[in-house]
């Protein structure tokens, strides 16, 4: 446990929050580290906290935006998820990791927009031609559109 999970745990237990101003003394990195510290210990709505106070402080850094976009998508909150994941994927400028894509690939199909996902396999692929859970998941994504549309199709001729 880092130095800023044991202040925020600290001042929890005395019922105060850090302060803005106490919390941006440390970097993205402290912050992210102390954010997956908290999750580690089901203090699921402080992490949620931090990553709010961490997005303000460091709203362009993709740890920070990395971690938040997993505790939106821990919370269930997709559309929070997608955003924060496109902005990451904006921040990284070309050089985005193959779990990035995933993970966006994975809010969209939460979010019943497959077309969409099959945007998004579409760009990832271009930075990583050939991989294969990327295409896997794009094999998977087109069979179910497919299915889809024929089943709308049947659907109208009834």
Known sequence: MNHLSQALLNEAAL???????????????????AIADLVAQ????????????????????DEILAISALMA???????????LLEKLIIVQNGV???????HLIRVLRCQCEPHNALQAIDLALQMHPDHPV??????????????????????LRH
């Open 15 to 33: 019922g105060r929050m850090l302060s803005h101003r106490e919390v941006s003394r440390f970097s993205p990195t402290e912050i992210r580290q």
């Open 42 to 61: 089901d203090k699921v709505a402080l992490a949620s906290a931090l990553s709010d106070a961490g997005l303000s402080l460091y709203p362009e850094n």
């Open 73 to 83: 998508e821990m919370q269930q909150d997709w559309v929070n998820a997608q955003e």
């Open 96 to 102: 985005t990791q193959v779990a990035t894509w995933q």
């Open 134 to 155: 990327l295409l896997a998941e794009q094999a998977s994504l087109q069979a179910l559109v497919s299915d889809s549309t024929l089943s709308a199709g049947s659907e």
